[in-house]
């Protein structure tokens, strides 16, 4: 659990600090991190994942328009495959989330990444670009949950994007086609102190901003219901006397 809260703290950090390192830069920004779990391949909608290729520290991959898979790209449906606004359930610019998932397994204290790069496009189902997001300013996790989807990275459109990205939720927006390209570990545009991607895969699925809500662990639902029934008791001891 300390693991799981310094992780969001981490991720919390890092959103106020490209929140304001975006200020003028119109594009993907972090939100923050979520523990949700269940959200591994084929159990959500994977646009892409990247692994780095043998003992590198640098991983980049796309999936573009037709399902054209360059770079460190995973191939496979369940892995990397482009997806259409109504497969992702995605209603509106403002509710668009990208979840970054880092496979970076190791002890608490080594299992961090940079994210390089983020950029997210959106197709007419002829082809026709859109939209184009603008990049993430590069963000270094220092810690990452372990495990395949147990958590995630949210990012979201800034107020420029999301103005920018009306014309791609117009009439028959359900058909349009979303891709992504994304970049892990120490490339060239890399931080000083990146944290280089040597673990497993990262993935990246995209999907409405209600369906990657932070949803309360079993021990919270019993902690809640503990309260709830502490507070009838109280309640009927009021009553009585």
């Known amino acids: 659990m300390h693991f799981i809260e310094r992780v969001l703290r981490n991720a919390s950090a890092m959103a106020a600090l490209a929140a304001v390192a975006t200020g003028a830069h119109a594009g993907l920004v972090p939100l923050g991190g979520e523990t949700f779990s269940g959200t591994g391949l084929g159990a959500v ?3 892409l994942t990247i692994s780095s290729p043998g003992s590198s520290t640098f991983e980049s991959g796309a999936v573009g328009f037709g399902n054209v898979i360059t770079g460190d790209a995973l191939t496979g449906a369940s892995q990397t495959h482009t997806r259409t606004l109504g497969e992702l359930g995605v209603t509106s610019a403002s509710t668009l989330r990208v979840v ?3 496979l970076e397994p190791g002890n608490a204290e080594a299992n961090g990444i940079t994210l390089e790069h983020l950029m997210l496009n959106i197709y007419s ?3 026709t670009l859109l939209f184009s997001s603008g990049d993430i300013t590069p963000v270094t996790f220092s810690s990452t949950f372990t495990g395949t989807g147990n958590a995630g ?3 979201g459109l800034d107020a420029a994007q999301q103005a920018a990205a009306a014309a791609a939720f117009g009439a028959g927006f359900q058909n349009n086609v979303v891709t992504l390209s994304a970049a892990a570990g120490c490339g060239p545009a890399a931080p ?3 944290l280089g991607a040597t673990g497993g895969f990262e993935t990246f699925f995209v999907a409405n901003a209600a369906a990657v809500a932070a949803v309360p662990e079993p021990s ?3 902690l809640m219901a503990a309260g709830l029934a502490a507070m ?3 309640l009927l001891r009021r009553r009585a006397s």
Do not use: H, I, L, Q
Request: with cysteine.
């Open 45 to 47: 909608n994977t646009v």
């Open 100 to 102: 970054f998932n880092a």
């Open 125 to 127: 189902p002829t082809g």
């Open 153 to 155: 990275f949210v990012f």
């Open 192 to 194: 000083a102190g990146c």
């Open 220 to 222: 919270t639902y019993a």
């Open 232 to 234: 009838g008791f109280r």
